[in-house]
């Protein structure tokens, strides 16, 4: 099985390449549209700022084709809200797999730290994404931007406003959480993403 991670400006990219790696999966990291196009599963990492990454995907020609890909694509963090149709980082547009505006968190009072770093229970559990992962799971989160919940969430979360912790459409997951950074339950996550 031919494992593709998407190679861009992504900060977490060895981080995910090292967490299949514990599961027993070597994955090529590459930018090359051959690759992708002949992979069995492509993971679209990340950890950035959304218009720079949009832009080198752009210039690589892989957004076009991300849209496009029938076999099962993953995006995680940034690679999920770059999956959805816009992000108010920079103003950006996205890939649009999704049809969810992505949205800064808006501080209610100075208690509230923003980005949200650290655990987070996941809920609403939905597909074959999450087989055998209990409600109410932690998950580790970075992040200063969410997408809303919509009729593609297949799991929720709650910072200062519940927001979706994964969408699915068709062939395409997302997950706003690092699942390569939240141990054995992450690693589940993965896993049964490389089974479907």
Same mark, same amino acid.
């Given at each position: 099985m031919k494992i593709i991670i998407i190679k861009y400006p992504a900060g977490n990219v060895q981080s995910v390449l090292f967490s299949l790696e514990r599961i027993g999966v070597k994955a090529m990291l590459t930018d090359a549209? *051959?690759?992708v196009q002949n992979a069995d599963k492509v993971i679209l990492p990340g950890v950035g700022e959304a218009n720079f990454a949009m832009e080198y995907l752009k210039k690589k020609k892989l957004d076009v084709l991300l849209s496009k890909l029938e076999k099962p694509v993953l995006g995680i963090c940034l690679g999920m809200q770059l999956?959805?149709?816009?992000?108010? *980082?920079?103003n950006t547009t996205c890939i649009g797999i999704f049809d969810s505006q992505v949205k800064k968190?808006?501080?209610?009072?100075k208690e509230d730290k923003i980005p949200k770093i650290g655990w987070n229970t996941i809920h609403k559990l939905k597909g074959p994404l999450f087989k055998n992962i209990p409600d109410g799971s932690y998950q580790y989160f970075a992040h200063s931007y969410y997408a809303h919940l919509g009729r593609y969430t297949i799991a929720k979360t709650e910072y200062l406003i519940s927001y979706s912790a994964a969408l699915q459409k068709k062939n395409f997951y997302a997950v706003q959480f690092h699942p390569e950074k939240s141990s054995y339950v992450g690693h589940k996550i993965l896993e049964n993403f490389i089974q479907l």
């Open positions: 549209i *051959e690759d999956l959805c149709k816009s992000s108010e *980082e920079s968190f808006s501080s209610k009072n």
